[in-house]
């Protein structure tokens, strides 16, 4: 998670995430492919006009999902049930309403994608951590500890690439798959032990005790530029819903 300088990085980043997931909520609730697909198209517009994504970004990060978009629709659409027939041929049984469950449960999932894309790539996520403990009350303890452990991941995937270059310059070959994995996973697995014992004596010694009544660093608040977008997003997709009803 990193954010840029477009005005959905300048938002709060949990009542982005509630609107993003209000409008999640909302999808599942459609069945009309068209307004399904006009609420996913607005999240597209969003992250254009106001999130900063370039098309080459967003066609980067939409297309190794595409393949799996296809044959969703294509299995709602050729094996499922209805009584409006269009095309039939050995086992496949091309429907008015198999095509119209297929398109509704694809863009589905590309508007939850989308919508989840819109928030990762303009959210910081130590500012985000910061939201959760001011805006959503969460615990310090909980937050740092998801905090640290978002930071792992990129230490984890540097660690896994020198292992694998170790392995290769010393001729190892995996002829199983599961003892590929027990020989990678075991030495990361020991490494994170190591790694969050030695972060939980720094922050000791620092005096963190997980209590809510300490001084921060960084603190986030809600300004009226993070609710209009709330209630801006509600709207729009609530007319959309309304009129194309």
């Not at 999240?43 to 939409?62: Q, S």
């Not at 398109?103 to 508007?111: Q, T």
């Not at 310090?140 to 990129?154: H, S, V």
């Not at 809600?222 to 997709?237: E, M, N, P, Q, R």
Request: net charge positive; with cysteine; charged share 15%.
């Amino acid at each position: 998670m990193k954010s840029n300088d477009s005005f959905l990085a300048s938002l709060n980043p949990s009542i982005k995430l509630l609107a993003h997931m209000l409008i999640m909520f909302m999808l599942m609730a459609i069945t009309n492919p068209k307004v399904t697909f006009l609420i996913w198209l607005l999240a597209v517009c969003i992250g254009i006009f106001l999130g900063g994504w370039r098309w080459t970004y967003l066609c980067k990060r939409l297309l190794p999902y595409l393949g799996f978009f296809v044959l969703v629709f294509w299995m709602m659409a050729a094996f499922g049930e209805g009584e409006e027939t269009i095309w039939k041929w050995a086992w496949f049984h091309f429907t008015m309403e198999g095509i119209n469950h297929g398109l509704i449960i694809a863009l589905r999932m590309l508007g939850f994608v989308t919508y989840g894309l819109l928030f990762t790539s303009t959210t910081d996520l130590t500012l985000f951590v910061m939201s959760l403990i001011h805006q959503c009350r969460l615990s310090p303890k909980w937050a740092y500890g998801l905090l640290a452990g978002f930071r792992f991941i990129p230490l984890f995937q540097s660690e896994f690439n020198q292992m694998k270059i170790a392995h290769k310059v010393r001729g190892y070959k995996a002829k199983n798959i599961w003892k590929a994995f027990m020989r990678y996973s075991l030495p990361l697995f020991t490494q994170g032990i190591r790694k969050s014992e030695r972060i939980s004596a720094a922050m000791e010694a620092r005096g963190f005790t997980g209590a809510r009544d300490r001084t921060y660093y960084q603190t986030t608040k809600t300004a009226g530029k993070d609710w209009a977008y709330l209630l801006s997003l509600l709207i729009i997709v609530t007319g959309i819903i309304i009129f194309l009803k």
